[in-house]
């Protein structure tokens, strides 16, 4: 095929292309210095490259994450700490917040935003505490690394609609917590059907917890 021939192929809508979001370079001014940090969180060290010139790239993976984070030398021009708003989600706030302390990372309180939608910048408008009604996408919790680019834990338990397309876990923990969601809703399912026991229990628990991730309508 020649260039020309090439050219007159009809293009390909952009929404017929998968575009996966799989690597974030963050601004470090000391590249061992952060590999100790990161790797101290439990994340996985993939790669540690050195090549002329002091060039140097790391990659680490957070534990459960399809998206890997690379900082080193020489591979980006942002100022050091300059990287925020970077978020980790988790499935349990108070669990993230708790593991995260014992490694010894100084963290924010959990908090939820005065709005109730997502956060503000900075600490602007923070209110203590998950949100009241523990509702998902809406608890907090916030951590810098040595540099100072910024963290962010947010609890989300039930997907919006169209944010997933498969219900899958990230590991046992995420895996654990849906069971225990999935049978504090299974005894008010029983509540409502007089406490008679649904020997398809199983089959509800399946449908519960994969609605969930999914984002479509909760059996009740």
């Avoid at 095929?1 to 470090?28: F, G």
């Avoid at 061992?32 to 101290?40: I, N």
């Avoid at 942002?78 to 925020?84: C, D, F, R, T």
């Avoid at 809406?138 to 989300?156: K, R, Y």
Wanted: hydrophobic letters at 40%; aromatic letters at 8%; charged letters at 20%.
């Amino acid at each position: 095929m020649t260039i020309q021939e090439h050219n007159t192929q009809p293009a390909a809508a952009a929404n017929d292309i998968d575009m996966k979001l799989e690597v974030v370079v963050i601004p470090v001014s000391d590249v061992d210095r952060a590999k100790s940090f990161y790797t101290g969180l439990g994340w996985r060290l993939d790669a540690d490259v050195s090549g002329a010139d002091g060039f140097r790239v790391v990659q680490v993976t957070p534990r459960g994450s399809p998206c890997s984070v690379i900082f080193g030398s020489n591979v980006t021009a942002a100022v050091p700490g300059s990287a925020q708003g970077l978020h980790l989600i988790v499935s349990d706030i108070v669990m993230a917040h708790a593991a995260l302390a014992a490694h010894g990372v100084e963290i924010s309180d959990v908090f939820h935003d005065a709005g109730g939608v997502f956060h503000h910048k900075g600490t602007d408008r923070r209110l203590h505490g998950p949100h009241p009604s523990r509702a998902s996408y809406g608890s907090f919790a916030s951590f810098t690394d040595p540099d100072g680019n910024g963290w962010l834990f947010q609890e989300v338990t039930t997907r919006l609609p169209g944010r997933v397309e498969a219900a899958t876990f990230s590991s046992a923990a995420d895996l654990a917590n849906a069971l225990r969601r999935a049978a504090e809703a299974h005894g008010e399912h029983e509540k409502r059907t007089g406490g008679k026991h649904d020997e398809a229990w199983p089959d509800w628990y399946a449908e519960y917890m994969v609605s969930e991730k999914s984002g479509s309508t909760l059996p009740t």
